[in-house]
């Protein structure tokens, strides 16, 4: 049971937009930034999205992120073939002591 | 550019341990925390603790808590985890990476643990 929720997947036709919600509470998600990360099996993950809404550079504009209080949201419009893969966010979790980094159980993307 | 490099793959018997390696380059060693994250075959991210290289001190996560340590040798700008009492639901791929507390940025390459009798 992941401390973060995800819908396990969605899909979208190429062009298309897709959007990925990431839901936790007020000891995590409204405290502190959330990061996305991609990962395409077999591979490890890699930052897709930082603090919230920030693009490492070499990701492209046609992924965007957003937070509103507890909830966070992943944005990729333009959909490709390429981005077929699964989705986590993470963030801090300040609910023990000490904190610890939690993650989403992950989302696949499918482009149909 | 920043290198997370990880020591290769372990087999293991259930009760032994296994100790991996992650050596980092590219950028000033003492200025990030490493994570420690695996991954069960088919299963999504589980993050097993963190380690601060400036001072070595860790922290965690409590499903882990007396069964691993996290450490590092500043002279070879590595990080070190080590998983004792290897249960066979430890089969797993676990990936180092470079963050802050609050965030993780790069990943090593992964290592796979199996566990089998």
């Known amino acids: 049971q992941s401390v973060l929720t995800q819908p396990p997947s969605v899909s979208a036709a190429p062009g298309q937009k897709v959007t990925i919600s990431c839901s936790g509470g007020s000891s995590n998600i409204a405290k502190n930034y959330v990061s996305w990360y991609f990962q395409v099996p077999g591979t490890a993950p890699k930052l897709l999205i930082y603090?919230?809404?920030k693009r490492p550079s070499g990701i492209p504009d046609r992924f965007s992120g957003s937070k509103s209080g507890t909830s966070a949201t992943l944005g990729i419009t333009g959909l490709q073939t390429g981005d077929e893969a699964a989705y986590y966010c993470g963030t801090w979790d300040a609910s023990l002591s000490g904190g610890r980094w939690v993650f989403g159980g992950g989302t696949k993307v499918t482009v149909l | 550019q920043v290198q997370l490099v990880q020591s290769g793959a372990e087999l293991e018997k259930p009760g032994a341990s296994v100790k991996i390696s992650c050596r980092a380059s590219?950028?000033?060693?003492?200025?990030?925390?490493v994570h420690w994250v695996r991954q069960a075959p088919g299963q999504g991210l589980e993050w097993l603790g963190i380690i601060n290289p400036a001072d070595g001190r860790s922290n965690y996560a409590q499903d882990f808590q007396g069964r691993v340590a996290m450490t590092r040798d500043t002279s070879t700008t590595t990080v070190y985890m080590e998983l004792n009492r290897l249960r066979f639901e430890d089969t797993a791929t676990y990936y180092c990476a470079r963050g802050q507390p609050g965030v993780i940025l790069d990943w090593g390459q992964g290592t796979q643990v199996t566990v089998s009798s």
């Open positions: 590219g950028y000033p060693f003492i200025d990030y925390y």
């Open positions: 603090d919230d809404n």
